[in-house]
């Protein structure tokens, strides 16, 4: 059996695998990789599909690490052409879940293929394939890992197949990603007529005060390989439709992407303390969802960078863009870089790769392979 990255992306993007559905994603895949000798084990949590598949029990053990489902389509009347048809024009292969991130797990089956049937491998190889990453992340790798740590079967190393490339392929590659922390602050007041104030408590001076606390000073400078922590508010609530009512209460929710300098808890002290001296009465619920983290394993870095300019003639950019990764689950167990397609498109209408990138991606995937498993 001999397959090719971009017809098996076509198939994988036909599957409509709108998280948490599995949509025929991780069945096709599991069909792909039999075929190529992997022994294959589903492994379903709550309504969320995950699947892990292995070849070989020596060491090292190479596992790649990667989601099945999608984000939903947003406007689907919006799309020019049809989110799950696998369409091929103008040299791009359109599709939700070609940039993120279908096209680069087909790209790695087609690599895995072809570096099996050159060489005499000793190792062990594996999938991480979850159906839980653009939701809650809850039944997906954290869970598979829990498996993983049973069996006493985690990996050496580990690459993301996430979109990583910027202007071209594989200008960059992520050695770490930003940590991310939500809240929802709600002020309470006392509702009543605005011609009577004096007799009425408006928490909406006293929101956006707090808001102002946690905007006005910066997080921090940034550090080495990260940008500056930062907060963002996404929504600020009253549902108040009368002009004449002091409401009595409003909710503010906002986002904090954090570098390697802060941790969630402390970004949940700091948001308490602010909220504490000048929020008055009000209800404040934070939620972590995940720290920072960096690769500090040099050898794995260079590895892919290496193969990155073997393949396209340029060094790639290390960076730790981008938003939050399974990554930040598998950090704790092997060094993790992340390395795709374009993020242009992913997640919007008209998402798409080109097909010449798939292609490249797959060569640059089987020479991350071939360095591994001779360097090693
Ligand atoms: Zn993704």
């Not at 990603?177 to 928490?203: E, W």
């Not at 969802?289 to 960096?294: E, K, Q, R, V």
């Not at 340029?314 to 795709?340: K, M």
Request: aromatic share 8%.
């Amino acid at each position: 059996m001999t397959y090719d990255p971009v017809s098996l992306s076509q198939e994988l993007i036909r599957c409509p695998s709108i998280t948490p559905e599995e949509g025929g994603a991780l069945v096709l895949l599991e069909k792909v990789l039999r075929n190529l000798g992997f022994e294959c084990h589903r492994l379903d949590y709550g309504d969320v599909s995950n699947l892990y598949a292995k070849i070989g029990t020596g060491s090292p053990h190479f596992c790649f690490a990667g989601h099945t489902d999608v984000v939903p389509l947003g406007d689907a009347s919006a799309w020019t052409h049809d989110p799950f048809s696998g369409q091929i024009s103008e040299g791009k292969l359109w599709g939700r879940g070609t940039a993120d991130m279908k096209c680069a797990i087909a790209a790695f089956v087609v690599a895995v293929e072809r570096f099996l049937s050159q060489n005499a491998f000793q190792g062990s190889l594996s999938f991480l394939i979850t159906g839980d990453e653009e939701k809650d992340a809850i039944h997906g790798t954290v869970k598979v890992l829990e498996w993983l740590k049973n069996r006493n079967d985690f990996p050496d190393a580990c690459l993301i197949g996430e979109p990583t490339s910027q202007v071209q392929i594989c200008d960059m590659i992520k050695i770490g990603r930003r940590g991310s922390v939500t809240g929802k602050l709600t002020c309470h007041g006392k509702q009543g007529h605005i011609a009577y104030p004096a007799f009425m408590d408006n928490p909406i001076p006293r929101l956006l005060k707090t808001l102002q606390v946690l905007l006005e000073n910066p997080i921090d400078a940034g550090s080495d390989y990260f940008e500056p922590s930062r907060l963002e508010i996404t929504s600020i609530d009253v549902g108040n439709k009368a002009s004449n009512i002091i409401p009595n209460k409003v909710t503010a929710y906002f986002g904090v992407r954090i570098n390697d300098l802060q941790t969630g808890e402390k970004i949940q002290t700091w948001i308490e303390d602010v909220c504490r001296e000048t929020a008055g009465h009000h209800d404040l619920e934070i939620t972590c969802h995940g720290d920072a983290f960096l690769t500090q394993d040099q050898d794995l870095i260079k590895l892919v960078s290496l193969a990155v300019q073997n393949v396209t003639g340029r060094v790639p950019e290390l960076s730790t863009s981008g938003a939050t990764t399974d990554g930040r689950f598998i950090t704790h167990h092997c060094p993790v870089v992340e390395c795709g397609l374009k993020e242009a498109t992913m997640h919007q209408i008209d998402e798409h790769v080109e097909v010449g990138d798939i292609e490249i991606l797959t060569a640059i995937y089987e020479r991350i392979l071939g360095q591994f498993f001779r360097q090693m």
